[in-house]
């Protein structure tokens, strides 16, 4: 799944396809931003300010001793479900073997006492695992564990119901937590994880009803797994795959290696609001591959520096995002909340670029430039369908395609200033475009087909804006730059009843 972003001019060979670069302004400036402060406005600052769990075991549960390796694991194989453990301040720690790790059962609680932490010790693989489902588990640090790529430590098994609140998951490799279907992850801090501070993924799909509220995403994809394996596209603050139906609200994501929120293949029915997404190495939002959502009332800021400044370098001129929708769009067809993807009320202050519209015209279902692992739409579900000569044709001309369609970018707040972002071009764009169609030799999305239809047909509109800085305008392909008075005119006609003011640094 999810390679993002590919080149304008595909190689020679087309089976050689390189990573699309994304583009950035020139500086000589590579380092990572600093750490972010906390910010002004209120926010989840649960890493610094965790809540304290209960200081005396609940009547009726089940105390755990830290001084007995593997007690957890043993209590809970020898309790019934529902069963509520209470473990005592301390250090806890599982048997030291690889695959030790606490095996719920349905309805079973774990509250931790002030000070109570269970460690893995760069032994264990997991922390929490099994198929039991409303499994809670409050005020507990899960730390040390070493989860393989692509895996996670709490809920490794994708358990459905899993309730965690207060809690600080941190520094284990893969991911700090999976998640199953009705999952609440509230008021917890995801630090310093290798891979993903959660990885949102369940084996032949079923997440519906996910909850990501009021919680602290900072540090994560520690290992730098982007680096390690070019274009793997598994890596971000949290990753969301084939998750129908999400709220992800009130949370603080910042200071992630690569981007702070991904939903990649599949995802439908997002609400993405109040949420505070700033100084991400990359992109604050992808939304690829995916249908339905809405996003706002967000505050957006000093997002894509490191990533941005680091294509630019490349000498690319792909318009990098800060909120990045890619193969995606309103279908109405799918049931959701919605069926467009709305983008309002949000404030984008002084990141790497805006908001980009992208469509890969040799990304679709059955051909060998789609990098989601041989999944198709949501539309068509036998990806065989999707071959000459039906696939020229309606309905699966327009069904075997993700579309970015029916995407409305209104009453934002757009601020850029240069000399906060230390850069001179290329960080200044808003973008709606396509690469020229070439491959493979049967597709019918061949030429300019795509980058017509995005721009001009398929119902993504800007407008009722406000911009302060200096802005610059992409539309059909990288070649196409534009300044504002462009933008509005014919044919685009974007940005009606938006307005564009420059400012001292811009």
């Known amino acids: 799944m999810g390679i993002k972003w590919r080149r304008w001019a595909l190689p020679a060979a ?33 890493c610094a300010e965790p809540a304290a769990g209960p200081a005396k075991a609940p009547a009726g549960a089940v105390t755990v001793d830290p001084a007995v390796a593997g007690d957890l694991a043993a209590k809970t194989r020898k309790s019934p479900p529902n069963t509520t453990f209470w473990l005592r301040p301390g250090t806890h720690r599982l048997q030291p073997d690889r695959y030790a790790q606490v095996v719920p059962k349905e ?48 809920n490794h098994d994708s358990a459905d119901g899993w309730v965690i609140e207060h809690a600080t998951i941190q520094h284990n490799s893969g991911a700090g937590l999976m998640a199953g279907a009705r999952q609440r992850v509230r008021a917890s801090c995801l630090r310093d994880n290798g891979q993903y501070g959660m990885n949102a993924y369940k084996g032949g799909g079923g997440i519906t009803g996910l909850v990501v509220e009021g919680n602290e995403i900072t540090g994560n994809n520690r290992d730098d797994w982007e680096r390690r394996r070019p274009g793997c596209g598994c890596t971000g603050g949290v990753k ?116 980009t519209l992208w469509e890969n015209a040799d990304r679709f279902c059955n051909s060998p430039a789609n990098t989601s692992s041989g999944e198709c739409t949501l539309l068509v579900k036998d990806t065989g369908r999707c071959a000459q000569p039906a696939i020229a044709t309606a309905p699966l001309y327009a069904d075997c395609r993700w579309k970015t369609q029916r995407v409305d970018i209104h009453d934002n707040r757009f601020v850029l200033d240069k000399s906060v972002v230390d850069c001179t071009a290329l960080c200044d764009r808003m973008a709606v475009l396509a690469n020229y169609g070439t491959y493979p030799d049967w597709s019918p999305y061949q030429g300019e087909r795509v980058a017509e239809a995005i721009t001009g047909e398929q119902h993504n509109r800007w407008y009722d804006n406000v911009y302060l800085g200096a802005w610059t305008f992409v539309a059909h392909d990288p070649s196409r730059t534009l300044d504002s008075g462009q933008w509005q005119g014919m044919p685009y006609r974007q940005d009606e009843g938006s307005t564009f003011r420059a400012r001292d640094g811009g």
């Open 14 to 46: 087309p089976l050689a396809l390189a990573l699309l670069a994304a583009t950035g302004c020139e500086s000589t400036q590579a380092a990572r931003p600093k750490p972010t402060a906390a910010p002004t406005a209120p926010v989840a600052r649960v």
């Open 107 to 154: 309805g079973n609680r774990y509250l931790g006492a002030p000070g109570a932490v269970l460690d893995g010790r760069k032994t264990n693989q997991y922390a929490f695992g099994g198929t039991a489902r409303d499994v809670t588990i409050r005020h507990l640090t899960v730390q040390g564990f070493v989860a393989p790529h692509d895996e996670g430590v709490v």
């Open 240 to 355: 969301f795959w084939a998750v129908d139906g999400a709220d992800v609200r009130g949370n603080w994501v910042h200071d992630n290696r690569g981007a702070g929120l991904w939903a990649d293949t599949n995802n439908n029915d997002f609400r993405i609001e109040g949420n505070v997404l700033e100084a991400n190495d990359g992109a604050a939002l992808i939304y690829e591959t995916s249908y339905n959502a809405v996003v706002r009332k967000n505050t957006i800021r000093r997002n894509n520096w490191v990533e941005g400044r680091r294509y630019a370098d490349r000498g690319d001129s792909f318009p990098l995002a800060t909120v990045y929708v890619s193969e995606s769009g309103g279908e109405p067809r799918i049931r959701a909340r919605t069926d467009r993807i709305e983008i309002y009320g949000n404030l984008l202050e002084n990141n790497w670029s805006g908001i």
